[in-house]
């Protein structure tokens, strides 16, 4: 993977150089950057916006930034959102209506406006993105709205150097290496000056590759890039039990730790929008005062809501034991069936910015009968 | 033409403002239906029966429990206004303590008043076909609410929590990263997370959201710092008939 004769190394200028390049080819470049008292992925023109020097502390329910003694820009883990915020919108007209002489027209959706390059998106991440395309793009009927702004996408991701408290993504084999799914891959180097180490993955980002001032990556700076990427695997502080989940789920359908759960849930939905997998939305009709506008939005929406499983005069999820079930089981198991995949990808995000602080790996440990 | 009345009980009156603030689409409501009677913006009255009735306040007085009834007896549609019309508002915190008392030591001569011991929603009067939570209403549900029933569709009013909303547009939540006390997880949308968005925690001016989880909102409170009844009070502020969560404090 991280051979010598394909890594370069490039510096601040080269980093520089490729936000000038992503530019030049009308990219909008959304990187991480620091925000609201986060570290969270936003529209940016400059790596000067880049979040040098700062950290994110992460546990269950929390999340605080903190300041680095070193320079590192990409040593930060599960901020507020993902990249699935700007390829799968929290909310989009899928169309508009217009009553005319003739009868009514239709419009819609739009076709974006902008072409993203993701940049410091860090592996768990990218793997996110694989699930996304598989359910939004690979499926029997494409999701136009995603489809269209995923298509010409580049990303640029950041190899994990720094796992947070909260990340587990080395069980979920979704990182911190990155191992594909990207245009350009950085491995960020601290110790003997700030450089980071290059890889192409795809045409698009060679050909990137090829307009920065790189030079060829020594043996000893790719032994430095794994080194680091191995240690940051090897001091993940969490990981989801051994064994396959899905099984797992499904032996416990009606374990009592469900209501266990249950009784410290909010059911308020946090966990499964910070997901960056989470896809479901509800649609909603919309009509003007004149009743001769109307409009369909579809916004994110969550099966921990009541309304999200009502069905002919009630819900078939009333109870939280019964919600907090159904999140879990798809994502950890039914998804495996559905898709052939995991639906989780170990980001941590939803134990981090659960309010209650509810932890996947230790629900899941609970039901695997492992010692909390 | 669609007539609307607006009424008034207990209440600040902020309410009725949000529908004259709808500066933009002033004129469209006004094209659409008849304003028959509405005293906060016009003296012209006509009389009923109304399709739309609007009810703002709380029932506080035995005149209101009966004048009540009289407006639901002229309204096709009852749609009640607010936190007062929704849940007896804020002056709903005399139900657990002495209205007399109180009186005394406000009023010089109580005697001249003439109060109930409660102050109770208008559903608990008489059947409401549409309720707007929140304290003042949200403009954009308001408008909502009259646009569906114009064409004779549901009107879109969430009851899941508020952290739907913050997720949505974007808010970073201040439980997490701030460690704010935040009642967004047991508050029911709609507001669109306003106070989130500047950095406050929600204080539940929506009222419950859909099943709310008192104990682990109680737990959630407590992690920030609040002591028990200081989550009480934060919590009956905007919810009357909330019990007290038991052995969290």
């Known amino acids: 993977m991280r051979t010598g004769d394909t890594a370069q190394l490039i510096d601040m200028t080269g980093l520089e150089a490729l936000f000038g390049a992503l530019h030049e080819r009308d990219y909008t470049i959304v990187g991480p950057t620091v925000r609201d008292g ?15 020097g700062w950290a994110a502390d992460t546990g269950p329910g929390h999340y605080r930034l903190r300041r680095r003694d070193d320079d590192a820009g990409f040593a930060h883990c599960a901020g507020p959102q993902s990249v699935k915020t700007f390829l799968h919108p929290p ?45 939004l793009a690979h499926g029997e009927h494409p999701d136009p709205v995603y489809t269209a702004r995923r298509d010409g996408t580049l990303v640029v991701t950041a190899e994990c150097t720094e796992p947070g408290e909260t990340c587990f993504c ?44 790189a030079r060829p990556a020594s043996p000893v700076d790719v032994a430095a890039a794994d080194t680091a990427v191995q240690q940051a695997a090897a001091t993940m502080p969490r990981r989801m039990p051994d064994g396959p989940l899905p099984e797992l789920i499904a032996a416990n359908r009606e374990s009592p730790h ?71 089981s798809h994502k950890l198991g039914t998804w495996h069936e559905q898709f052939g995949m995991s639906g989780c990808v170990g980001c941590g995000r939803c134990i981090a910015w659960c309010p209650a602080g509810i932890d996947i790996t230790r629900e899941a440990a609970a039901l695997a009968g492992e010692p909390s | 033409m669609t007539t609307l009345a607006v009424w008034k009980f207990a209440s600040c009156d902020g309410c ?28 012209a009255t006509e009389p009923g029966p109304y399709d739309i009735s609007l009810v703002e306040g709380s029932i506080t007085t035995p005149g209101d429990a009966r004048r ?33 008392e109180y009186a005394s030591v406000v009023y010089a001569r109580p005697e001249y008043l003439d109060t109930l011991a409660t102050s109770t929603p208008i559903a608990a009067h008489v059947d409401v076909d549409y309720e707007l939570h929140g304290c003042p209403i949200d403009r954009g549900q308001l ?85 028990g009844p200081d989550i009480e009070r934060m919590r009956r502020l905007f919810d009357p008939g909330t019990e007290p969560v038991g052995g969290t404090s």
């Open chain 2, 16 to 43: 009725q403002l949000s529908l004259l603030d709808c500066e933009d689409e002033l004129l469209a409501v006004a094209d659409r239906v008849r304003i028959a009677h509405f005293p906060e913006a016009t003296r």
């Open chain 1, 91 to 135: 909310r989009a007209r899928l169309w508009s209506a217009d009553r005319t002489p003739d009868g009514v027209t239709t419009t819609g959706p739009e076709p974006p406006t902008k072409r993203y390059a993701l940049v410091g998106v860090h592996p768990c991440d990218v793997a996110a993105l694989a699930v996304l395309d598989r359910v």
């Open chain 1, 258 to 328: 469900w209501a266990d759960v249950a009784s410290r849930c909010l059911t308020c939905g946090n966990c499964t929008m910070v997901c960056p997998t989470c896809f479901c939305v509800s649609t909603t009709d919309v009509t003007d005062l004149t009743g001769e506008h109307a409009e369909r939005w579809r916004q994110w929406d969550s099966c921990f809501s009541v309304d999200f499983s009502y069905v002919h005069g009630g819900p078939v999820r009333a109870s939280g034991a019964s919600r907090y079930r159904q999140w879990i």
């Open chain 1, 38 to 52: 986060t570290v969270t992925m936003a529209e940016l023109e400059t790596a000067a916006e880049l979040p040098w």
């Open chain 2, 143 to 227: 408008l909502e609410t009259i646009g569906a029933l114009l064409v004779g569709r549901k009107p879109d009013l969430p009851e899941h929590s508020v952290c739907f909303e913050c997720k949505r547009r974007n808010n970073v939540c201040v439980v997490v990263a701030y460690g704010e006390p935040c009642l967004g997880p047991v508050t029911r949308a709609g507001c669109g997370a306003i106070c989130p968005a500047f950095r406050r925690g929600c204080f539940g001016c929506f009222g419950p959201a859909e099943r709310p989880n008192d104990e682990a909102e109680a737990a959630l409170l407590e992690s920030t710092g609040m002591s």
């Open chain 1, 170 to 213: 080395a069980s979920m084999g979704t990182g911190p290496a990155a191992t594909g799914g990207y245009d350009l891959a950085l491995t960020e180097l601290l110790d003997g000056g700030h450089r980071f180490l290059v890889r192409a993955g795809s045409p698009a980002g060679a050909d990137l590759l090829e307009r920065l001032p």
């Open chain 2, 68 to 100: 009540i009834h009289e407006i639901r007896a002229m309204s096709r549609i009852l749609i009640t206004i607010g936190a007062c019309a929704t849940a007896g508002g804020v002056q709903a915190l005399r139900n657990s303590a002495d209205v007399a």
